[in-house]
């Protein structure tokens, strides 16, 4: 195209025959004019300084509380300071693993994983929530679902169980294990805040660890899954509309 340009042809001209904008096509020109073949060499779109970009030393702060904490950005951002949206640019623009694809208590990368774009929930408190609640007010759980283990299923101790909540027992599709995502990803919480957030000297120890640790996931922990807020929040805001 600079040759081409430099033989005296039209810049317009040469730019339709190349497919590229005038304003491209000048662009060229003029770097080369300014800076002879080194101005032709690729250069990065980005700009060269960003004056609003998030301190080096928060985003320093923001990876020691990841990587001491395994949290997500939710957490961090209370920790830090900053929002949470901060925090996941912050982890992505330093390709930090998602937790997911992470060992709870090492951190490593150990695992892929599976997406799906459908969720539901359920629109009032006593729907489908933890029983921890019914110190709130919460006096009936409606539904218990489960996956088709022999324990749920075929036995009649669970069932038993559930009726005498006074609750209705569903089951998940047959092979379909993500239709239980909630129950799985509370699992997951429970393995990687709780169970293996630390080593212990044994499951005694891991069982009075666990009292506090569910007052924090009810009344302090952030869930992104309900926007963010806490359960306990959601329960104060549900109880208001329903009562």
Not at 136 to 157: K, L, S
Request: aromatic fraction near 8%.
């Amino acid at each position: 195209m600079v040759r081409r340009i430099a033989a005296g042809r039209p810049v317009a001209h040469v730019a339709a025959e190349m497919g590229v904008s005038r304003t491209t096509a000048w662009r060229w020109w003029r770097r080369f004019q300014a800076e002879g073949r080194p101005g032709l060499v690729d250069r990065p779109s980005t700009a060269r300084t960003h004056p609003r970009r998030t301190p080096a030393c928060v985003e320093t702060r923001v990876r020691i509380v990841r990587m001491l904490t395994r949290r997500g950005p939710l957490t961090i951002a209370r920790v830090v300071g900053v929002p949470a949206s901060t925090v996941g640019r912050v982890l992505a623009r330093h390709h930090t693993p998602r937790l997911a694809e992470c060992d709870p208590v090492s951190g490593q990368v150990i695992r892929a994983t599976r997406r799906s774009a459908n969720r539901y929930e359920h629109p009032y408190p006593g729907s489908l929530v933890h029983a921890h609640f019914a110190a709130h007010g919460i006096a009936r759980i409606e539904r218990v679902i489960t996956d088709n283990a022999f324990a749920y299923r075929p036995g009649t101790g669970f069932a038993m169980a559930v009726a005498r909540l006074g609750a209705r027992q569903k089951f998940i599709r047959p092979h379909c294990p993500w239709t239980n995502g909630k129950a799985e990803r509370l699992n997951r919480t429970f393995a990687t805040e709780w169970a293996y957030a630390r080593v212990r000297t044994s499951n005694t120890e891991r069982a009075a660890a666990l009292p506090r640790w569910l007052e924090h996931y009810n009344m302090n922990r952030p869930h992104l899954g309900i926007g963010g807020v806490r359960p306990i929040d959601r329960v104060n805001n549900a109880a208001g509309q329903y009562t």
